[in-house]
């Protein structure tokens, strides 16, 4: 399931609690409803609340991380392409293969994770299929310096080209942290729970109603921004394409 799923089913759920408790209200004998009831009920419910904002805020905190994270290895790995492409620009007319290589490379790289349409080519498996920067590699290794600049130049190009291919790499594996499922479910019944305890004092009109369902809906937009950003370039929050647009904008030149 994608993350507009779940935090639609988290919504549901949450306010299933709210209307489960004002259910119960209108079942329950009065001396279940007393203040004492009452004082004991708001006890509970505010442990709860306390216990998953701090949840949700440790979730939304560690999200936010990995999310500027791989946006800052997408920015260093766009510096580190434009450095490729410079060196290899100054090692002469023979490296012109792999700077087209290397464009095309960045150019798929662009479309399968920023695509104008979606699309069956586009997306992570795509890009862990993908091979682009081991055929910048092979051609690196082709080549034969004929003095001692270009010799000079061609380890820094292979030295970028190396930590390139590891950027990719790390980029793929960082995508396979996801929130445990048990997890996420103990949290949603922490939520179902506390709101349905707002429901079971809470008075019958569609104000209250109305009010509850704003609070179902922004709880479950919390889980749905936690999800996307533990998967940054998928989904629909995606870190930006600016740094690798403007590497393609210079490859070439």
């Known amino acids: 399931m994608n993350s507009l799923t779940i935090a639609l089913i988290s919504a549901a759920c949450i306010f299933s609690g709210v209307l489960l408790g004002m259910f119960l209200r209108s079942r329950l004998p009065d001396h279940h409803l007393s203040n004492d009831s009452k004082d004991t009920v708001k006890l509970a419910a505010g442990m709860i609340a306390t216990l998953s904002a701090l949840v949700l805020g440790l979730l939304v905190s560690s ?52 695509p104008e349409e979606k699309t069956a080519a586009a997306g992570m498996t795509t890009f862990e299929r993908s091979n682009g920067m081991e055929l910048v590699q092979a051609k690196l290794r082709e080549l034969t310096p004929a003095n001692e600049a270009q010799r000079q130049l061609l380890a820094q190009a292979q030295q970028f080209g190396g930590e390139l291919l590891q950027f990719r790499w790390l980029v793929i594996e960082q995508t396979q942290n996801a929130l445990p499922m048990p997890f996420l479910v103990m949290l949603l019944f922490w939520l179902t729970m506390l709101h349905m305890s707002f429901g079971l004092f809470a008075p019958r009109n569609a104000t209250v109603i109305a009010v509850l369902l704003v609070c179902a809906l922004s709880v479950s937009g919390a889980v749905f921004l936690i999800l996307e950003m533990n998967h940054p370039l998928s989904g629909f929050i995606k870190v930006s394409s600016a740094p690798m647009l403007k590497a393609l904008e210079h490859l070439g030149q």
Not at 82 to 97: E, F, K
Request: no cysteine; hydrophobic share 45%; proline share 2%.
């Open 63 to 114: 999200a936010k991380s990995s999310f500027d994270t791989v946006g800052s290895e997408i920015t260093q790995g766009a510096a580190k392409i434009i450095l490729l492409d410079r060196a290899l620009a100054n090692y002469g007319p023979a490296t012109h293969d792999v700077r087209e290589q290397l464009r095309r490379s960045v150019a798929a790289g662009i479309v399968m994770f920023w």
